[in-house]
Nanobody, 117 residues
């Protein structure tokens, strides 16, 4: 059974930084296409950043230059480094994985990020 466990969320002042982690277990991590999404109160869930099948990274336009996606296959973990945080970055951040072998997707439980002004 695949599990995605997020950590690293919390309360931070505007201009600060956080690093989110998502540890995957239960399958072969290298077959996972990984991404982060977020959902703010009253809004739809939106893509933050994702690894593409070609090995590049897509970022939401509004986040380019502030957020950095990375992965450590040896640790089965994906990271989201968030810098220069703004109050509008406040949301629940979700880790997402697609097992490319069978196109099965998985979600983590989410981690709250709150940015105070």
């Amino acid at each position: 059974q695949v599990q995605l466990v997020e950590s690293g969320g919390g309360l931070v002042q505007a201009g600060g930084s956080l690093r989110l982690s998502c540890a995957a277990s239960g399958s072969i991590f290298r077959f996972f296409a990984m991404a982060w999404y977020r959902q703010a109160p009253g809004k739809q869930r939106e893509l933050v950043a994702a690894f593409t099948s070609g090995g590049t990274i897509n970022y939401a336009d509004s986040l380019k230059g502030r957020f950095t996606l990375s992965r450590d296959n040896a640790k089965s973990t994906v990271y989201l480094q968030m810098n220069s945080l703004k109050p509008e970055d406040t949301a629940v951040y979700y880790c997402h994985a697609i097992d490319k072998r069978w196109s099965i997707e998985y979600w983590g439980q989410g981690t709250q990020v709150t940015v105070s002004s």
